[in-house]
């Protein structure tokens, strides 16, 4: 398995803004019937190779082909095939992230429901996208060819590596909906410089989009609480106000470390200073913590605070959801002072009174063209910008087949603060 480093991207050919390649397929501009696959055929074993799977197919004018080029690899890459997470059926085909040139492209119909800036991608565009849907295997990444929607692709701009956005996708969509949905974070004071239009100058209110521009009914039973009801009016941070990130080394953590800059919330980093410290940055009015004695962290962050805490995100897992608990705001009796908890990996068992519990929806991306169609647009522009700062990659060379030993890595806790990418 041979580690490239993330400047090794080789050359494209492009053309304007964002990256093309005028010849994806070769000679022929018809995609192959059959494709090279990485499948799961049971619980705790290996993914298998499949030379003759056939190439998935476009089911609707919302949807693109996608020739695979980088695959970013998720711990749920390894946890799905070790436990059974997330996995419909039998056999299975995983990956969450990638990368690559659109080889199918369909002309829209008027009607379509998918914003018209995203429906103005061509055959050629490189492009990224996160595949949320995990039911539906077209989208999955561990292929050589894959379908997405059309509103959760984004151009690659020419200044950014395609190597480099092959992690973000899955990462940057659950940290955008934990503060945008969850805790109701408004980043339409958010502007990027070059925006194609004036809609899409600033970033996204999702919250009012949820609450305004989509039907109660549109949105699953079992995020639809969490999407209208998760956050009340007037409950949202303010500006100068603290927000606690534990495990902020990990890549949506500290995309979450970001967005929350970016509306003046000041940034607690609960991590592994010794490991992490030296590449994490919180600025002048940040604070950055060690996490190895999780009894001083807390008293750091409660001194720090001054018992006013509201906000934390937990990126670890039940436990360190527990401790990041404990650095909350308790107020039993003001409802509208309520704190708030995200958990990226688990909650904690009990529920404390003045402190309410959010799991991401992150289904709505997916499930919902306007909320996908926004935040993919908005993230185009961020990374065009260079208003977002991408964590660090390695690169796997050797393609899919070494997708097994990569995550093997992973397993082994090898894996911390960077995205490994597996180059196709």
Request: hydrophobic share 40%.
């Amino acid at each position: 398995m041979a580690i490239l480093n993330s400047t090794e991207t080789g050359t494209l050919a492009s053309s304007g803004d964002f990256h093309r390649e005028e010849r994806t397929l070769g000679s022929s501009a018809v995609p192959p019937s059959r494709q090279k696959a990485l499948l799961l055929h049971e619980k705790g074993q290996r993914y298998e190779l499949s030379n003759d799977y056939a190439v998935p197919e476009i089911q609707s004018d919302e949807e693109v082909l996608i020739k695979v080029q980088y695959i970013g690899l998720n711990p749920i890459d390894w946890k799905s095939a070790d436990y059974g997470f997330g996995i419909p059926s039998f056999p299975y085909i995983a990956g969450r992230d990638l990368v690559g040139t659109i080889v199918q492209c369909p002309h829209p119909s008027p009607n379509s429901s998918v914003p018209s800036p995203l429906r103005q991608v061509r055959v050629g565009d490189v492009v990224f996208t996160a595949s949320t849907d995990y039911r539906d295997q077209r989208k999955s990444a561990f292929q050589h060819f894959a379908i997405a929607s059309c509103s959760n692709i984004s151009r690659v701009p020419k200044s950014v590596p395609r190597v480099n956005v092959a992690g973000i996708g899955v990462a940057f969509v659950a940290a955008v909906l934990a503060m945008g949905v969850c805790f109701g974070c408004d980043f339409g004071t958010v502007a990027t410089r070059q925006a194609n239009s004036e809609d899409d100058e600033m970033g996204p209110n999702l919250r009012q989009i949820l609450h305004h521009d989509v039907q109660p009914e549109v949105l699953s039973a079992d995020v639809r609480d969490e999407c209208l009801h998760g956050i009340e009016e007037g409950q949202e941070p303010k500006k100068g106000e603290w927000i606690l990130i534990w495990g902020g080394s990990s890549t949506t953590a500290q995309i979450v470390a970001q967005l929350a800059k970016m509306v003046g919330l000041r940034v607690i980093l609960v991590v592994d200073v010794g490991k992490h410290g030296e590449k994490l940055s919180v600025g002048d009015k940040g604070l950055l913590v060690d996490c190895h004695d999780e009894d001083r962290a807390v008293a750091i962050v409660k001194s720090v605070t001054k018992g006013t805490l509201r906000f934390a995100v937990d990126a670890v897992g039940k436990s360190t959801a527990q401790v990041a608990q404990n650095c909350l705001r308790q107020n039993e009796e003001d409802d509208r002072s309520i704190s708030h908890l995200v958990g990226l990996s688990g909650l904690p068992k009990e529920t404390v009174p003045g402190i309410k519990h959010h799991n991401v929806p992150v289904k709505v991306f997916h499930e919902v063209p306007k909320v996908g169609g926004r935040i993919m647009r908005w993230l185009e522009g961020l990374l065009k910008d260079g208003m977002l700062t991408l964590p660090e990659t390695d690169v796997v060379v050797g393609g899919i087949e070494c997708i097994n030993k990569a995550l093997d890595t992973m397993r082994r806790g090898e894996v911390s603060g960077k995205r490994l990418v597996i180059k196709v």
